[in-house]
């Protein structure tokens, strides 16, 4: 939501690439709406109709992220009392959206790169081959470049994500913006707090508007019910 060059930019990319099937990354800080970029591209694509699967890898623990990713057989290791589908499965034939990929481990990401590169693999305590037909979009807050530098990112895995970069601009670039998603944030939440705000004073819209944000967007969504 907005209507600032910055914005502007961001959405003709994800025009360009949309129909393309090409792998993506969006780079942005928190809050910054990658997972609308991600799914905007999905709904632009010739998958809109499949599904659209999202995991966001920093919030799973290193140890459930491989069985969270490619699943597993019941056996598999102590806990596997079932059988599993991973997330590459699930999205066959659709878009898979991995937030914060910079936090999958080195010991992953040589795994991840396969599965880009050939559109197969295995499930944990399985050597069965499944292949799949999905399409990649990632995004992250972290320099990724700087962490290949530091070798604790795979270089070859940076350059297979990064095909086609889409840099999710930070609000306090979207000034802008920021009147339009205050009002539509004040008329969400008093909607649902059941309270009527008829206008915004122009004092509280000049000092929002001056703030930095460095929750960005999803601060602002935080920010506006207190408004009265």
């Known amino acids: 939501m907005g209507d600032s060059p910055a914005l502007k930019r961001v959405l003709k990319q994800v025009e360009i ?117 999905i399409r990649l979009v990632a995004a992250t807050n972290r320099d990724l470049a700087a962490m290949v530098t530091d070798k604790q990112f795979r270089n070859d895995l940076y350059y297979r994500l990064n095909v086609f970069p889409i840099v999710s601009p930070p609000l306090r670039e979207r000034q802008d913006d920021i009147p339009l998603l205050v009002r539509y944030f004040a008329q969400k939440h008093s909607r649902r707090m059941n309270k009527e705000i008829e206008q915004i004073p122009s004092e509280a819209m000049a000092a929002l508007s001056r703030y930095h944000w460095p929750g960005n967007v999803r601060e602002s969504n935080c920010t506006s019910p207190s408004l009265n």
Do not use: W, Y
């Open 17 to 133: 690439v949309a129909s393309t099937g090409s792998t993506v990354l969006i780079l942005g800080e928190t809050g910054t709406g990658k997972e609308l970029l991600a799914r905007a591209i999905h709904n632009r694509s010739e998958r809109r109709g499949r599904t659209f699967v999202k995991m966001n890898c920093a919030a799973i623990p290193t140890g459930l992220l491989e069985s969270e990713l490619f699943g597993h057989e019941k056996g598999a290791f102590t806990g596997a009392i079932a059988h599993k589908i991973g997330r590459f499965e699930l999205a066959d034939g659709g878009t898979l959206f991995l937030d914060e990929v910079g936090d999958i481990p080195l010991e992953l990401q040589s795994k991840l790169l396969r599965v880009l590169q050939e559109q197969e693999f295995e499930r944990l305590g399985s050597t069965k081959t499944i292949r799949v037909d």
